[in-house]
């Protein structure tokens, strides 16, 4: 059955980007320490236009996770790391060009509108003023019989869990200490979740959780 889930990396403190995120800085201090993991990996870097790279277990993570997605969702801060107006945005037309790395419909939580914009490689997106469930609805109804991604970035996650609209998070928890920045879970609601699998990487562990209902 199709899922809603979270693939989000983390510090073993609990932080999904570091202090003072800015546009030339997007995941704040140290925050790409998070994703070294990946980076490093053929099969992230292929996915990116990016040549080279090593195959180990967590290359089989990331194809996994992949191959699954038909539709995500992330937040405004994601997508481009701005806020108000889309014309007052530096960085309005994101991060990743005119060929991101996504290939299937996108869908932003933003308070602007805009119009869909239609990208090379498959990749679609569209910006949603209506909230996280309308988001998660019409990227459920767009990935068909493929999972949902929900992307981030911190916010976001939150808000879908507290909506109660995740079915599993999966971690990538980063041997680093950030101390401050943009936690995972910041005043999230009881649940209880269960350990679905649990992989001892060379770079980090990741960890699956069920969100029982």
């Given at each position: 059955?199709?899922?809603?889930?979270?693939?989000?990396?983390?510090?073993?403190?609990?932080?999904?980007a570091g202090p003072d995120q800015?546009?030339?800085?997007?995941?704040?201090?140290?925050?790409?320490?998070?994703?070294?993991?990946?980076?490093?990996?053929?099969?992230?870097?292929?996915?990116?236009?990016?040549?080279?790279?090593?195959?180990?277990?967590?290359?089989?993570?990331?194809?996994?996770?992949?191959?699954?997605?038909?539709?995500?969702?992330?937040?405004?801060?994601?997508?481009?790391?701005?806020?108000?107006?889309?014309?007052?945005?530096?960085?309005?037309?994101?991060?990743?060009?005119?060929?991101?790395?996504?290939?299937?419909?996108?869908?932003?939580?933003?308070?602007?509108?805009?119009?869909?914009?239609?990208?090379?490689?498959?990749?679609?997106?569209?910006?949603?003023?209506?909230?996280?469930?309308?988001?998660?609805?019409?990227?459920?109804?767009?990935?068909?019989?493929?999972?949902?991604?929900?992307?981030?970035?911190?916010?976001?996650?939150?808000?879908?869990?507290?909506?109660?609209?995740?079915?599993?998070?999966?971690?990538?928890?980063?041997?680093?200490?950030?101390?401050?920045?943009?936690?995972?879970?910041?005043?999230?609601?009881?649940?209880?979740?269960?350990?679905?699998?649990?992989?001892?990487?060379?770079?980090?562990?990741?960890?699956?959780?069920?969100?029982?209902?």
């Amino acid at each position: 059955m199709p899922k809603v889930r979270v693939d989000i990396s983390m510090s073993l403190d609990g932080f999904v980007a570091g202090p003072d995120q800015s546009l030339d800085d997007p995941l704040g201090a140290g925050g790409m320490q998070l994703h070294e993991w990946a980076v490093r990996l053929e099969a992230w870097r292929s996915q990116h236009g990016l040549p080279g790279g090593e195959v180990d277990v967590d290359s089989d993570l990331v194809y996994e996770s992949t191959s699954s997605i038909g539709a995500v969702v992330m937040g405004r801060k994601m997508y481009s790391g701005g806020s108000g107006p889309w014309a007052d945005d530096p960085n309005g037309d994101g991060w990743w060009g005119n060929d991101p790395p996504f290939h299937a419909p996108v869908f932003v939580v933003t308070h602007h509108p805009r119009e869909l914009r239609e990208m090379q490689g498959g990749t679609t997106f569209a910006f949603v003023t209506d909230g996280v469930e309308s988001a998660v609805r019409q990227a459920r109804a767009a990935a068909g019989e493929q999972d949902v991604l929900v992307a981030g970035g911190g916010c976001v996650v939150q808000q879908c869990l507290a909506a109660g609209l995740l079915d599993e998070i999966q971690v990538h928890v980063a041997p680093v200490l950030l101390g401050d920045g943009v936690r995972l879970f910041e005043a999230a609601r009881p649940a209880s979740l269960e350990v679905t699998r649990v992989i001892e990487g060379p770079v980090a562990t990741h960890i699956r959780y069920r969100i029982e209902r």
